[in-house]
Antibody, heavy 119, light 107 residues
Framework: QVQLQQSGAELVKPGSSVKISCKASGYTFTSYDMHWIKQQPGNGLEWIGWIYPGNGNTKYNQKFNGKATLTADKSSSTAYMQLSSLTSEDSAVYFC????????????WGQGTLVTVSS | DIQMTQSPSFLSASVGDRVTINCKAS??????LNWYQQKLGEAPKLLIY???SLQTGIPSRFSGSGSGTDFTLTISSLQPEDVATYFC?????????FGGGTKLELK
């Protein structure tokens, strides 16, 4: 069965960077788009960007240009998101989600990774 | 960016009630609209894709309608397990944008 397993919670200092992982299993990793979504406590959802692991193509929400960098390792079926120059505004839960073909939505989600930025 | 406006933000209803949640896009998004349910502490779950297609495994009391700029999620007979926050998401254009959410509680 399809599973997306994200890395654990992170407590990081302002100005630093963090790299979150999303390990995929149960399907061909290189055949589906992987998206990343941000959710701040009590707030709604924000789309960060997308990577196609088959060729590494990416697309970002302009708001996250320079903040988020998406990569994928085909050998381990793992997608990564690095967040840089962290501030308190980056404290949130971050989800990876697999998009089904033909725009049929994010049917599979990781469990979420809580990032807390605090000195 | 396309703005997605959901209404209401908060909704209180009784078991068995018919519930409707609305989502309005700031411009035409055709039928490229998905609905998600998120329970406390969990990842969102896909309910409806492309405005009116029921995701596999989702109960038939959930349905979606609309096209263009106005969309509706309907729960035909509210069940206790439907207590959650509901979000719409447009995938007509980049960046993808979510509605602000509707928190559904039992009366």
């Amino acid at each position: 069965q399809v599973q997306l397993q994200q890395s654990g919670a992170e407590l990081v200092k302002p100005g630093s960077s963090v790299k979150i992982s999303c390990k995929a299993s149960g399907y061909t990793f290189t055949s589906y788009d992987m998206h990343w979504i941000k959710q701040q406590p009590g707030n709604g959802l924000e789309w960060i960007g997308w990577i196609y692991p088959g060729n590494g193509n990416t697309k970002y929400n302009q708001k996250f240009n320079g903040k988020a960098t998406l990569t994928a390792d085909k050998s381990s079926s793992t997608a990564y998101m690095q967040l840089s120059s962290l501030t308190s505004e980056d404290s949130a839960v971050y989800f990876c989600a697999r998009e089904e073909r033909y725009g049929r939505g994010f049917a599979y989600w990781g469990q979420g990774t809580l990032v807390t930025v605090s000195s | 960016d396309i703005q997605m406006t959901q209404s209401p933000s908060f909704l209180s209803a009784s078991v068995g009630d018919r519930v409707t949640i609305n989502c309005k896009a700031s411009q035409n998004i055709n039928r490229y609209l998905n609905w998600y349910q998120q329970k406390l502490g969990e990842a969102p779950k896909l309910l409806i894709y492309n405005a009116n297609s029921l995701q596999t495994g989702i109960p038939s009391r959930f349905s979606g309608s609309g096209s263009g700029t106005d969309f509706t999620l309907t729960i035909s007979s509210l069940q206790p397990e439907d207590v959650a926050t509901y979000f719409c998401l447009q995938h007509n254009s980049w960046p993808r944008t979510f509605g602000g959410g509707t928190k559904l509680e039992l009366k």
